[in-house]
């Protein structure tokens, strides 16, 4: 088995929230900077901490669009979240063939929590770090190190799994691979440009990057 940990991000890694985000940024600006941002620039957006993206686009008011944001988000979060194809069966073979498994996000813990459990995907996960949990969020490296320290993973059997560029670089500043998700929203071409260890087309290809045989699941 190459790798003994794998961590993922959450949104737009194991569950399409991408829907969701979107509904919930557009909500929020048009309340409190009506017209002043377009779609495009909204997508740029995701992945970053919440916190960082509404002070960079309203210093005086971010504080009221997280409140709004988060309102709008956990609202709604039922009707708009889905499962990306073969998640919940590749997490289970991981997990029978004893591979450690976790989640680092750079979303607060309720709405973490609230993904994990609507699909029943945090019976699988040993540690879960949410933003504010563990010093700076992706991509700083100190996320990935928390989870990593939660399960006693060694760097060089770990792998990180996500559809943004704040992923990798965490991934490469805490010195574990990285694997990239092809249904990124942000686009396959853009993370290919920060030269990922590996890339998912589908979520079934981790078993053969983690060397688990897809059909037993075993090691």
Same mark, same amino acid.
């Given at each position: 088995?190459?790798? %003994?940990?794998?961590? =993922?991000?959450?949104?737009?890694?194991?569950?399409?929230?991408?829907?969701?985000?979107?509904?919930?940024?557009?909500?929020?600006?048009?309340?409190?900077?009506?017209?002043?941002?377009?779609?495009?620039?909204?997508?740029?957006?995701?992945?970053?901490?919440?916190?960082?993206?509404?002070? &960079?686009?309203?210093?005086?008011?971010?504080?009221?669009?997280?409140?709004?944001?988060?309102?709008?988000?956990?609202?709604?979060?039922?009707?708009?979240?889905?499962? =990306?194809?073969?998640?919940?069966?590749?997490?289970?073979?991981?997990?029978?063939? /004893?591979?450690?498994? /976790?989640?680092?996000?750079?979303?607060?813990?309720?709405?973490?929590?609230? /993904?994990?459990?609507?699909?029943?995907?945090?019976?699988?996960?040993?540690?879960?770090?949410?933003?504010?949990?563990? /010093?700076?969020?992706?991509?700083?490296?100190?996320?990935?190190?928390? !989870?990593?320290?939660?399960?006693?993973?060694?760097? !060089? &059997?770990?792998?990180?799994?996500?559809?943004?560029?704040?992923?990798?670089?965490?991934? &490469?500043?805490?010195?574990?691979?990285? !694997?990239?998700?092809?249904?990124?929203?942000?686009?396959?071409?853009?993370?290919?440009?920060?030269?990922?260890?590996?890339?998912?087309?589908?979520? %079934?290809?981790?078993?053969?990057?983690?060397?688990?045989?897809?059909?037993?699941?075993?090691?």
């Amino acid at each position: 088995m190459r790798y %003994e940990t794998v961590l =993922f991000d959450l949104d737009g890694t194991l569950i399409d929230t991408n829907d969701l985000i979107l509904a919930s940024y557009e909500h929020t600006l048009s309340r409190h900077c009506p017209g002043k941002y377009s779609r495009e620039e909204i997508l740029s957006c995701l992945g970053e901490p919440l916190h960082d993206t509404m002070r &960079r686009l309203d210093p005086e008011q971010w504080e009221a669009m997280v409140q709004t944001y988060r309102e709008h988000n956990l609202a709604c979060h039922d009707d708009w979240v889905r499962l =990306f194809p073969g998640v919940p069966e590749v997490l289970e073979k991981l997990h029978r063939a /004893g591979v450690a498994l /976790g989640v680092v996000s750079n979303k607060q813990r309720i709405t973490v929590e609230k /993904g994990l459990s609507l699909f029943g995907l945090d019976k699988w996960m040993k540690t879960v770090v949410c933003y504010g949990e563990a /010093g700076r969020p992706k991509p700083h490296p100190d996320p990935i190190l928390r !989870a990593m320290e939660a399960v006693g993973a060694d760097p !060089a &059997r770990t792998l990180m799994v996500g559809d943004s560029r704040f992923d990798l670089l965490a991934a &490469r500043r805490a010195g574990v691979d990285a !694997a990239a998700v092809a249904w990124s929203w942000h686009g396959k071409e853009e993370l290919l440009a920060l030269s990922p260890d590996h890339v998912l087309e589908e979520m %079934e290809d981790l078993l053969n990057i983690v060397e688990i045989d897809a059909e037993s699941g075993g090691g």
